[in-house]
């Protein structure tokens, strides 16, 4: 079982749906990093998140320490947001771990 | 507009010989990974560098890759030899940890470097 896990692997959705992207991992972090790579190939940081809850513009991002998951949700969802989202999640130590990403195409 | 950057940009190169990537950090920037993304196991964490000095190689392959910081401003991730299982996207991130700080500063990638070993 990988230690860090997406859901859904592929999601297709019309432009204007509420897009919800799940994260759930098994170890113990001390940060959690929403990642968005577009079809170009550049890797942009959404968030970084230790706790509670965190928005930027149409981007919101939670996560659970107890239930060791988080949830990225996008309101009002654009073309332009179709792109590969992955969660990686930071160790106590140095360790990285990456989810395998979950491949996001909003439709016009 | 501070930006990381990442030469080359694309690498075809033959099967034995060296490779060097070079990184340039976010002016100011303490920390440094080196990540490879290929299609079959996605973004993998090679090494990590805090202050200029290595704190995490173990996803490295020791034979055959070495990271270096000779200064603040420039990272290297060498291969030689190189393998063909070595063609994967290469990228650079940095990020600032203040002092004291733990393990949670945001990352700005570079833009990668494509590496295809014939």
């Known amino acids: 079982k990988n230690e860090v896990e997406q859901s859904p692997q592929n999601l297709t959705a019309q432009e204007g749906e509420f897009i919800t992207i799940n994260c759930s991992y098994s170890v113990g972090i001390s940060a959690l990093h929403w990642l968005q790579q577009h079809p170009g190939g550049g890797i942009v940081s959404l968030f970084m998140l230790s706790s509670g809850k965190k928005k930027h513009g149409r981007l919101i991002a939670t996560i659970n320490i107890q239930e060791k998951h988080s949830s990225l949700h996008i309101t009002a969802s654009h073309p332009r947001d179709s792109a590969v989202y992955i969660c990686a999640v930071r160790g106590i130590t140095s360790k990285i771990i990456f989810g395998k990403g979950t491949r996001l195409h909003i439709l016009p | 507009d501070a930006r990381v950057t990442q030469t080359p940009r694309h690498k075809v190169t033959e099967m034995g010989q060296e490779v060097t990537m070079r990184c340039q950090p976010i002016?100011?920037?303490?920390?440094v990974f080196w990540y490879r993304q290929t299609m079959m196991q996605g973004l993998e964490l090679l090494a990590y560098f805090r202050n200029r000095a290595p704190l995490d190689d173990s996803g490295m392959p020791k034979d055959r890759f070495s990271a270096e910081m000779p200064d603040a401003t420039l990272a290297t991730l060498k291969i030689q030899p190189s393998e063909p299982r070595d063609s994967a996207v290469y990228f650079c991130?940095?990020?600032?940890?203040?002092?004291?700080?733990?393990?949670?500063?945001?990352?700005?990638f570079g833009p990668g470097t494509r590496l295809l070993v014939l």
């Open positions: 991130a940095s990020g600032l940890v203040r002092f004291g700080g733990l393990n949670q500063e945001t990352q700005y």
């Open positions: 002016l100011g920037h303490n920390t």
